[in-house]
């Protein structure tokens, strides 16, 4: 009864219509966002699902990510915060997961990754942990403000006081906009940016498509801080952010967060996700916190399909390496970026 079966999203013209009605869901389980990871990195999607009539029973995606220098493995899913495992029970998650082990199996997986699925993997030790943190919109607006602390609404009025103006677009020229912006971010960071082809393909598979959008704050005609949010059902996703260090004492990144959520409760979604945050970022903690979020942690899990057993991760980047990208040109650094990532998933 309910059987997963193998199946590609990406041949499913009514794959977001089921999962829509699907508890559980997330803009992540969406045949987008697989065709933005299967177009931008040549992943290919092995995809589990049983259905029911207009719904799924149960769901796990996964992506195989086949790497000559990281090895080969499955992820559910690559370059994603959080993609729980949907299913309505235990059995219906082990039918997901006894079914995964077999293709890893025939595909010669080193591993089987999870990002999510605490409700069934409790017992496990997972392989990494994270923060997430959730926004509850259904208060409006004003009682979101006065849930702010304190020192985010005097960020935010302070921004408002510089003459920044912002705009919320789905133009290819605020995510080219935004590219320019995470170069140098993520330089600062000591790490390579991901491909532009990437965004191309965000672009044109999820914000040209009404299911994201940017929001740009810029002085002087200047682009100076920049987010990327995704939206699918009742919940918008922050995913990326980018600023101009040289402007941060502005504020403007808390004026953009802020009309992001403006924004969002005009349009009546639910909630806005602020991703996953690493437990020792403590700067980006005490940020999402001054939002008035809902905190919770996020675990990953790691099936190593050799020894079938769940493993720790240690694959952390050496700190010599961020310390060495902090310092190559962005030219150099966009084009590590683009031999790199696929390998990264």
Known sequence: MHEPALINPLEQENWNNLLISTPGYSFFHTSNW??????SYNYKPFYLCAREENTF???LP???VDSAFTGRRGVCLPFTDMCEPIAENAQQFQKLFDQAVVIGRKRKWKYLEFRGGEKYLSA???SQSFFGHTLDLSCGQQQLFSNLRDSTRRNIKKAQNE?????ISTSLQSMK???RLNTMTRREHGLPPQPYKFFQNLYDQ???RNMGFVVIASLRGRAIVANVYLNFGKEVIYKYGASDKAFQHLRANNLVMWEAIKWSC???FQSLSFGRTEPENEGLMQFKAGWGVKPYQIYYYRYDLQKNVFTLNSSNINPLFNKIFSKLPRPVLEMLGRILYRHMG
């Open 57 to 59: 029973i149960s769901l």
């Open 177 to 179: 906009d935004f590219y």
């Open 124 to 126: 496990e030790k997972p």
């Open 62 to 64: 996964m992506m195989e």
């Open 266 to 268: 005009e349009r009546r």
């Open 163 to 167: 003459n920044i103006n912002v705009t």
């Open 34 to 39: 697989a065709d933005v990871l299967s177009k």
């Open 206 to 208: 999820v914000i040209a």
